[in-house]
């Protein structure tokens, strides 16, 4: 397994080969219900991680969506001893989101009375409150570990799309959100600066390209780095869709652009690479933006619990694309753990 070390935390990942059993015994135990198929799949194809784990089901915009959610809770129940459930508004709508999670945590830190061992499935979990549960337990010291499982899944990137308009009009592709963004500075995450005099933005980018044009370029950073997925990521060369091909060149465009191309599931090169763009960054803060994969995401939120200087930035679109996703069968494991914590240490 490769490892890590960024300020306190340590980052360790592994693919998990057929048939792995996981020794830790945990806390607590989340899942994420949805209306893409590969949602149970971690947690259903491997030796079973934990007696118990706590679904959370996001309000959902249509009965089939229900139905979905249903079917994977029946299959989480044939494979676990108890199975919760943590009902919460729709995922768009994210400040009570926000404190039915805070709530959720604080009880069972309470219960428990001593730091959490923490598994979450986060294929299916959005961005922004896989960082807010990153962040509320490290912050807080309310986790000892946070471990990760994610099933890998299939997109098609060049396929015609669902479509959205930008800002400006522009139609772009719509691959996991529908219309406009709005930005927002994630909890525990907001820097040591309220008003930097200064910026750099490194981003992690997804499969919308268009649509994170504007997003990204109004921030007017100093200096821009990009992080794309390595097996789609863009270039003159591969096979792309004219809208999102003419939009990355409009990114690398930018008189300070340069781009790294970093494996999908390598959170921990994600880390390395940003802890490299901080070390070098002499602005007032480094701006993390997150559009791209789980797996960078949580990479970004890692090196902003070890550095001041990072503020984290997501996106909030009007709603969320009911895109199918299927495993591809590749499940990844990530152990994030307080390596100043004696629980991490003891058998």
Known sequence: MNSDCFGAVQLRQMKMPSGLEISKTYDLVLTTLSWEQRAPHAFVSSPRMAPEVTAIWFESTSQEIDRRKAEQLELLQSNFDTVGELRVSKATEIEPNFEIFRKFVEDRYSAVGRPLKVLIDISCMPKN??????????????????????????????????????????????????????????????????????????????????LAVPFVTKTEPRKLTLVYIEETAPSEERDMLESEKLAFRELMAEPSAESQNIGLNDSLGVARYAQTVVDRSDADCVSMMVLGAKSHALAFGVVALANDSVEIISRVPFSYNNLDVSPTGEIYFYEIEDRFEPLNYAS
């Open 129 to 210: 409150y896989l960082l807010f549960l990153l962040g509320l337990g490290f912050v807080n010291d309310y986790f000892a570990c946070f471990d990760c499982v994610y099933s890998a899944g299939n997109y098609d990137l060049v396929s015609k799309p669902e479509e959205s308009a930008d800002e400006a009009g522009r139609i772009h592709r719509a691959l996991t959100s529908k219309g406009d963004w709005t930005s927002r500075q994630l909890p525990f995450f907001g820097g040591r600066d309220v008003f930097p005099k200064s910026r750099d933005l490194l981003v992690s980018m997804g499969g919308e390209l268009g």
